[in-house]
């Protein structure tokens, strides 16, 4: 079971970014970035649990920008601290750098980037199934909740 994403047009995604009380984190889907749908997942479910009042504040979203589709979530900016933390747990961190320099000229926009010392890059496909495995298994446990 895959959460709702928004697809944006790259100028839709532009006139979203207008609003500076909400953060846009984005990971790489196309090619697959390691973690960056754990983090998403772990982000939702146990942030902005599905059904809660807190999930109103939460919007996964995807962007095609140069030919890479990006995906990402949508928070408010005072908690930018939660997104930094999950993401360390899925073995990536938020920075305000990288190679999609469109998406830098917004101070409201930021990348995943891999922290190498912490995945095992020797088997991707291994460590992608291990990643899918997570995430049926948080939203396995969701559905058990509810």
């Not at 990971?27 to 649990?49: A, C, D, I, K, S």
């Not at 949508?74 to 899925?90: D, F, G, L």
């Not at 073995?91 to 999609?100: K, M, P, Q």
């Amino acid at each position: 079971m895959m959460p709702e994403i928004r697809r944006f047009t790259e100028e839709e995604f532009r006139r979203k970014l207008a609003d500076r009380a909400y953060i846009h984190i984005l990971g790489l889907f196309e090619p697959r970035q390691l973690g960056v749908m754990l983090f998403l997942t772990r982000l939702e479910f146990f942030h902005y649990p599905p059904g809660s009042a807190r999930n109103s504040l939460f919007e996964l979203l995807a962007v095609n920008w140069q030919e890479m589709l990006w995906v990402g979530a949508c928070i408010p900016s005072p908690e930018i601290t939660i997104a930094r933390r999950v993401a360390a747990e899925s073995g990536l961190r938020v920075t305000h750098s990288g190679r999609a320099l469109l998406f830098l000229l917004y101070e409201n926009v930021f990348l995943l980037e891999s922290i190498p010392h912490l995945q095992d890059f020797s088997s991707t496909a291994e460590r992608l199934r291990a990643e899918e495995r997570e995430i049926q298994r948080i939203q396995a446990g969701r559905a058990a909740r509810n």
